[in-house]
């Protein structure tokens, strides 16, 4: 994967990376097609495709081959190799306690927002001053719910470059710019495309489920749109 504030462009190999672990999360149920019924997702788009990245706690096999990937991943694509790993609330948080535990990095874990009792924490852990960060997410849409976790470390002391999360739907806009001006860039496993091309080469969904989530692909705010989301 290439480094670049932003959203990190990935390699060939990168995205055979990407489709076998878009395979893990189609077989255990994690990805769900609903063309006809659409989701509504966090940040206010309609879609008719949604991963459930939290059902992969309760697997073990894939769980294990699916933060391998990733830290195969960023072993290769971090230039600056982080002195702690942070999960942001609350699918976040497994996945930095996996990567932090093969990096063998320590961990934090950022609140949504301080606590509002005690020490008011929004982070939690212990990390000195000018630490560098990787924040870990489950998954990104249009990368704005990152802001406020990297906003909080950074406000903290912390020095934050780059994001990492299993999933991106890399459809909708502003993910790229988003990341940019934040100053931080987005390394991701997989994506819908990647999930098209496993689901398709398994035979795992009906040719109908494929052909509306293409059309999905093809204008993802007309679809949105169309559909009831912002």
């Excluded at 769900?32 to 096999?61: M, Q």
């Amino acid at each position: 994967m290439v480094k670049n504030q932003g959203i990190a462009v990935r390699t060939s190999e990168q995205k055979e990376a990407g489709q076998e672990a878009a395979k893990y999360l189609i077989d255990i149920k994690a990805v769900n097609f609903r063309p006809n019924e659409p989701y509504k997702l966090t940040a206010g788009w309609a879609s008719p495709v949604y991963v459930d990245c939290r059902k992969v706690i309760a697997f073990l096999e894939e769980r294990r081959a699916i933060i391998q990937l990733g830290v195969d991943m960023l072993n290769r694509d971090i230039a600056e190799e982080p002195d702690f790993v942070a999960g942001g609330e609350t699918a976040g948080i497994p996945y930095a306690a996996w990567i932090s535990e093969a990096l063998s990095r320590p961990m934090l874990y950022v609140r949504k927002k301080p606590k509002g009792f005690g020490r008011n924490a929004q982070i939690e852990g212990v990390m000195p001053e000018g630490s560098h960060v990787l924040l870990v997410e489950d998954l990104a849409t249009d990368g704005g719910s990152k802001i406020n976790f990297i906003s909080a470390l950074r406000e903290s002391g912390a020095t934050v470059s780059d994001v990492f999360v299993v999933f991106f739907y890399g459809a909708f806009p502003g993910a790229s710019d988003t990341m940019a001006n934040a100053g931080v860039t987005l390394h991701y496993l997989c994506d819908w495309w990647d999930v098209i091309a496993a689901a398709e080469a398994g035979g795992y969904f009906t040719p109908d489920d494929i052909s509306g989530v293409r059309a999905f692909l093809a204008d993802p705010t007309g679809w949105s749109k169309s559909h009831g989301g912002r």
